[in-house]
């Protein structure tokens, strides 16, 4: 039994909360059921699922209203694949690297390998957040634009001043397709589709400028080893051709492709980016007029609108709240578990409706009154 019963009357509908992968709807399980009775088990490489990685494709672009000449390309793996792939296939000489919280650090890590310059590293605690500077003979400026572990939110932007040639590579794994941005800002928008695209692991996905697809094909034609599946020249050709290297998760992509789909059928990016704001917006104002909580990022221009991280007095346990909150069907709210702060970390992907999180803070009140 749990230690507090929360009144059904109290509870989201859907008890998922948590930042990766995200909770799915269930228009997409449901048509899911006739597609994987059909395609499941087939080759990637045949007409179905090639056109299903066409589709998918340009609904990205359409999602992400691209200029002409950014395409998507794909690929294996997940993000973490990405920072290998563009460490190989994007980096000539050195990066630097925007470090606020544990992702943006993992691939400031990647940006050390043997054959690059040392990386520049800009470093914020967790919870705030600098700005990258122009540096010369830098010529890959990375970033997150939302830091899942910590919820901050950076804005995609290029760096004044910065070398001509320079690319700016921008980590949207939870943002993209929840967050809207200016295209033009950036030259390599990658991402896995388990945030706010709903979708599984496997896969990792890009929006690419024709700076960084010049980049790619020179990086590739300059003798430097790269192995096949880190190789963005491959992934490139082969999306092209609607396929990946390796055969992907063929759920991976139907699930991207349906909240896709959703989202553009909605109203597109400003629509998802509104529905994001709202929800976060809830949570955030609740922490702020709530005796014992606040707002873990101070700043609110700083405050991520997908990822929100409410601190709570040394007085009440989060982790305790938390654990009565996943007793009663509501998952995954813990913090993140390197971080080790008193508070709750909250999905508002575009999938959650602003009424769930509405329901989500009554049950948090509910708790708070009864421990």
């Not at 980096?91 to 630097?96: I, L, R």
């Not at 109203?267 to 976060?280: K, N």
């Amino acid at each position: 039994m749990p230690k507090i019963t929360i009144p059904d009357s109290l509870k989201p509908q859907d008890g998922r909360f948590g930042c990766g992968p995200s909770r799915m709807r269930a228009e997409q399980l449901t048509a899911f059921v006739d597609f994987g009775n059909k395609y499941m088990g087939t080759s990637h490489r045949q007409p179905p699922i090639k056109n299903l990685v066409e589709d998918l494709k340009q609904g990205l672009l359409d999602m992400f209203h691209a200029p002409a000449g950014y395409e998507i390309i794909l690929g294996n793996g997940g993000a973490s694949a990405f920072w290998d792939a563009a460490t190989f296939s994007l980096v000539e000489k050195k990066g630097q690297a925007l470090v606020h919280g544990e992702f943006g650090n993992k691939f400031a890590n990647i940006l050390g390998a043997p054959w690059l310059e040392r990386p520049t590293v800009v470093s914020a605690e967790p919870g705030t957040r600098s700005d990258l500077v122009a540096e010369s003979g830098v010529d890959v400026y990375a970033y997150p634009h939302n830091e899942t572990s910590a919820g901050v939110v950076t804005d995609v932007t290029r760096v004044s001043g910065a070398d001509a040639d320079a690319l700016m590579l921008t980590d949207a794994t939870s943002a993209a397709g929840g967050i809207d941005f200016d295209p033009l800002e950036t030259d390599a928008y990658y991402f896995a589709p388990q945030k706010n695209l709903a979708s599984d692991g496997g896969l990792w996905l890009a929006l690419v400028s024709p700076k960084a697809i010049e980049r790619i094909e020179r990086v590739a034609a300059s003798g430097r080893y790269i192995p096949n599946i880190l190789s963005l020249k491959l992934a490139l050709d082969n999306a092209r051709d609607n396929f990946t290297l390796n055969t992907p998760s063929l759920a991976t992509l139907f699930f991207t492709n349906n909240q896709v789909q959703w989202i553009n059928d909605n109203g597109g990016l400003a629509w998802a980016d509104q529905r994001t704001r709202t929800s976060s917006n809830l949570l955030y104002d609740w922490a702020e007029k709530t005796e014992v909580t606040h707002p873990f990022v101070s700043n609110p221009n700083h405050r991520s609108q997908v990822v929100a991280t409410i601190n709570f007095d040394d007085s009440i346990d989060a982790l305790e709240i938390a654990q009565i909150l996943r007793e009663n069907g509501i998952v995954d709210t813990e913090p993140y578990r390197k971080l080790g702060k008193n508070q709750l970390r909250i999905a508002t992907f575009v999938a959650t409706d602003p009424s769930e999180v509405s329901k989500l803070i009554e049950s948090i009140e509910y708790v708070l009154e009864r421990i």
